[in-house]
């Protein structure tokens, strides 16, 4: 799956399969099917808290990014959003429907 | 004892504090201590590093020194960093197995009560990895034994460690009588797994049934699943009654029984009364008087009043401290002076024998040895023990 299919209207939430802590402020996140560790950077921590708290749409975790992020460029934003939630999906570890 | 043992401490030396504040309640008094620490020259930062170790502190420590890292020798921060990772990637194992373990236990209705580890963790420090943890300690229903241990061996493929695969039924009933647990390790991942069906080998001590204990035990939400701890009053007495048992030579039991003063407070008397009850009163008081004389917090008054009007109780409290104070695992003579400390009166002779000539769970005399053999090392181990520890 690539950045671009991935719908804004769909809903991320994160696998039942999936345990995550804090590490140095950032999250590492465990697959429990296979084992699997996956660290996640700052940014991409921040997005994970915010979808640990609640399942949303890509579009709401969007609004809420670029609130947090006000001085960025709303477009690079989305990149690395679509990015990160890409790799959190082909490391098992979201589900994004 | 392990290679990262401190030689000597004392409590009141400046490493020794430091771990202190660092693991207080109240973190009031951290940032002056690290100040203190990071401006003294004499601190030694290697011996606060196998302080640490030693008393199983790590992933605590660890987060609360990261603001200071720049301040701190980078090879000290390097071997604390790299040992709170361990502690991390073991937690997560570990949580992934009870997640998986609660799972298929609760489709073959197997009732099961989570003792300490990220359990503990969860409840004490609203983080599953916050404490650190060597296994899972797990009790079951001494009746569900035999379909616990099929489901962690075929179903989920750990292997017995204690007694081992090669045991007899012989020695398996025998180690069933005597022994409180038995002990499982995951081939993969090397996560350890105890399954006790009671809290101590030594009968008499907080033998509450099982169901007894279900039934006041108290649901914990545990990374989305609802697992199952000891209710309040259990989980005061089990607590003391383990750091006392073992001798305090972890300051994390400790650190456990400061926290659950704060955070845990109970009806005193009532808990007194049950502790009397299951012969752990002893075990209670020194455990609230010890946590309050390190971390400096108040003692319930019960508590207080209990101490000062037994002299017994008082020598007791002086001798853990010097205990804690060496970090020492009880040698077994100190074990069985302590056992007057917990055991009713009418067991003294019996426990300090009992541990006195009792093998290893894990020796594998036990296991592989002749019965003749047997006794005979049971006979001789106390003098081995002796001319072991003069040498």
Redesign the interface.
């Given at each position: 799956m690539n950045e671009q299919t991935i719908n804004l209207s769909a809903t991320i939430k994160i696998q039942s399969n999936t345990l995550s802590v804090d590490m140095d402020g950032e999250k590492v996140a465990m697959n429990m099917d296979n084992d699997e560790f996956y660290g996640i950077n700052s940014v991409g921590s921040l997005i994970w808290s915010l979808i640990e708290e609640q399942e949303m749409t890509v579009a709401s975790l969007y609004s809420l990014l670029t609130e947090h992020f006000s001085q960025d460029n709303p477009e690079q934003i989305k990149q690395e959003l679509l990015s990160f939630l890409t790799e959190c999906k082909q490391h098992g570890v979201v589900l994004i429907d | 004892m392990t290679d990262n043992t401190p030689l000597c401490q004392t409590l009141d030396s400046l490493e020794y504090k430091l771990l202190i504040a660092l693991t207080h309640p109240f973190p009031d008094q951290q940032q002056d201590q690290v100040a203190n620490a990071i401006a003294n020259h004499s601190f030694d930062w290697n011996h606060f590093l196998s302080l640490v170790l030693w008393h199983r502190l790590t992933p605590q420590i660890y987060r609360n020194l990261?603001d200071h890292r720049d301040s701190i020798p980078e090879h000290t921060f390097h071997q604390l960093r790299t040992a709170?990772?361990n502690c991390?990637?073991r937690?997560?194992?570990q949580?992934?197995w009870l997640?998986?373990l609660t799972k298929l236990f609760d489709c073959q209705q197997i009732r099961f009560i989570v003792l300490k580890g990220v359990a503990l963790s969860q409840l004490l420090y609203t983080?599953?990895?916050r404490r650190e943890a060597k296994d899972l300690d797990i009790l079951i229903d001494k009746a569900d034994l035999t379909q616990v241990e099929h489901l962690l061996v075929e179903t989920c493929g750990f292997i017995r460690q204690i007694p081992s695969v090669d045991a007899t039924e012989e020695e398996i009933s025998y180690l069933n009588r005597f022994k409180k647990d038995r002990v499982y390790v995951h081939p993969?991942?090397k996560t350890m797994i105890e399954f006790h069906w009671r809290f101590l080998n030594e009968k008499p001590l907080l033998a509450v049934p099982f169901s007894e204990l279900i039934q006041q035990s108290l649901p914990l939400q545990f990374?989305?699943q609802t697992i199952s701890v000891l209710g309040e009053a259990h989980f005061w007495l089990y607590q003391s009654i383990h750091g006392t048992y073992s001798g305090w030579y972890r300051l994390h039991w400790l650190t456990d029984i400061a926290e659950m003063l704060v955070q845990h407070p109970v009806e005193w008397d009532m808990l007194l009364e049950l502790a009397d009850k299951h012969y752990c009163k002893r075990c209670l008081i020194e455990a609230v008087a010890l946590a309050g004389q390190v971390y400096q917090l108040p003692i319930p008054e019960t508590i207080h009043v209990q101490m000062h009007n037994n002299w017994r109780q008082q020598i007791s409290l002086s001798l853990a401290m010097r205990l804690l104070a060496k970090a020492q695992i009880l040698t077994p003579l100190i074990f069985a002076y302590r056992v007057m400390l917990w055991a009713p009166k009418r067991y003294y002779i019996y426990y300090f024998l009992y541990r006195i000539v009792q093998t290893s769970y894990s020796s594998t005399v036990y296991e592989h040895q002749h019965p003749v053999r047997r006794i005979l090392y049971c006979l001789i181990r106390p003098f081995a023990l002796v001319i072991r520890r003069l040498l």
């Open positions: - | 990261i709170a990772l991390q990637r937690s997560l194992h949580s992934a997640v998986k983080d599953s990895a993969r991942d990374h989305n």
